[in-house]
C-alpha cells in the first residue's frame, strides 16, 4: 500500500481543527444553573422568584425578567407628588389583588380615594394603609413608617407594599431590600427625584416625571441590563376625558414648557390630593378611614 506524502497524520490533524469554544458552553452553563447572572449588553433575566406583570408592553420589554421584581426593592423616584406613579403601578396592583394578594400603603402623602380605589377594582378588603399619629415629629414618623413597612415584609403577608420615604438613608432601605429577598413581595419605594445623587441598594431604580397628553417619562437610572440614554414615553390608562385627536400617535414627542405642571387628577387617582394623610388633631383614625 502506497501512503501519499500529503496525507496529515491524525495527530496533526487534530492540532489544525478549529478550537471548540468552550468559554461560550461555560458562560451558558452558568446561565442556565444560574438565571440570576446576566451580562451587561443585555437585559437581566427572572430568577428564582417571578415578576408581577406591569400590564404596559413598552415598559415590560424594557425591565429585566418582563416585570416588576418580586422579592427585590424598586425604587421611584418623582419629579412631583402625582406624577402618574399610582396610575403607572395600577395593572400590577390589580393583578395581585385578583391573585388574592393583600396590598400595603405605607405613609402616602394623601388620604387613599375610596371611589378611586374601587374605580381601579382594588378590594378594599385587601388594602391596608398605615400612617403616622398626628404630631408626631418627622424622626418619629420615618422611624415609625420603616419600622411598618418592615413587619409587613417581615410577615410576607402582602403581594404589594408601597412605601413613600421623602428622606431615608442607605442602610434603611438596604434592611428593606434584604428583607424583600426573603419573600415574593413587590416593594415599590417612592422618594422624591433630590435623592437620585444619593446610592440605593435597590434592583430597580427609575425617575417618573409627567407630560403633557397623558403621558409619562420614565428614566432608567439602575437596572440589571444595559444603559438607555432616552426616556420611554408611555402613555397612561384611567385618563380618558384627556382628549386626543383623531389620528394623532399614540405616543407623540411633546414640548414640555420649563416649570409647567402636567398633573391632571381626576376620580381614578388612588390618592386624594385635597387633604394630607395625616389624621387631623383631635379625630379617630376612625372617622378618617
Given amino acids: 500500500m502506497t501512503v501519499s506524502s500529503h496525507a496529515m497524520p491524525p495527530a496533526a490533524a487534530a492540532d489544525h481543527a ?33 415578576v408581577c406583570p406591569t400590564g404596559y408592553d413598552a415598559l415590560t420589554a424594557e425591565l429585566p425578567g418582563g416585570g416588576w421584581p418580586a422579592g427585590a426593592v424598586t425604587e ?91 428622606g431615608a438613608r442607605p442602610e434603611a432601605l438596604r434592611r428593606l431590600q434584604v428583607l ?47 444603559a438607555r440614554d432616552t426616556p420611554l414615553l408611555l402613555p397612561l390608562e384611567g385618563m380618558a376625558h384627556v382628549p386626543r385627536s383623531a389620528g394623532a400617535p399614540a405616543v407623540p414627542t411633546p414640548a414640555v414648557p420649563a416649570g409647567a405642571d402636567h398633573h391632571v387628577p381626576d376620580a381614578s387617582d388612588l390618592l386624594d390630593r385635597g387633604a394630607p394623610a395625616a389624621p387631623a388633631a383631635g379625630r379617630a383614625a376612625a372617622e378618617l378611614a
Fill in 180 to 226: 424583600a429577598q426573603a419573600g415574593d413581595t413587590v416593594v415599590w419605594v417612592l422618594r422624591p427625584i433630590r435623592v437620585l445623587h444619593e446610592s440605593s441598594p435597590a434592583t430597580l431604580r427609575l425617575a417618573l416625571s409627567p407630560l403633557p397628553g397623558n403621558l409619562l417619562s420614565i428614566v432608567f437610572h439602575k437596572r440589571r441590563g444595559p
Fill in 76 to 166: 421611584l423616584l418623582l419629579a412631583q407628588d402625582g406624577a402618574g406613579e399610582l396610575r403607572l403601578l395600577m395593572p400590577a396592583l390589580r393583578t395581585l389583588a385578583a391573585a388574592g394578594r393583600r396590598i400595603g400603603f405605607v405613609n402616602p402623602p394623601y388620604l387613599p380615594n375610596a371611589a378611586g380605589l374601587a374605580d381601579g377594582r382594588l378590594p378594599a378588603r385587601q388594602l391596608y394603609w398605615v400612617r403616622p399619629p398626628a404630631g408626631a415629629t418627622i424622626a418619629s414618623r420615618r422611624a415609625d413608617m420603616l419600622w411598618a413597612a418592615e413587619q409587613m415584609l417581615r410577615s410576607q403577608a402582602f403581594g404589594a407594599v408601597l412605601v413613600w420615604l421623602a
Fill in 18 to 50: 478549529p478550537p471548540i469554544p468552550v468559554h461560550r458552553a461555560s458562560v451558558s452553563e452558568l446561565e442556565h444553573r444560574y438565571p440570576g447572572l446576566w451580562r451587561a449588553g443585555q437585559l437581566g433575566r427572572a430568577g428564582r422568584l417571578p
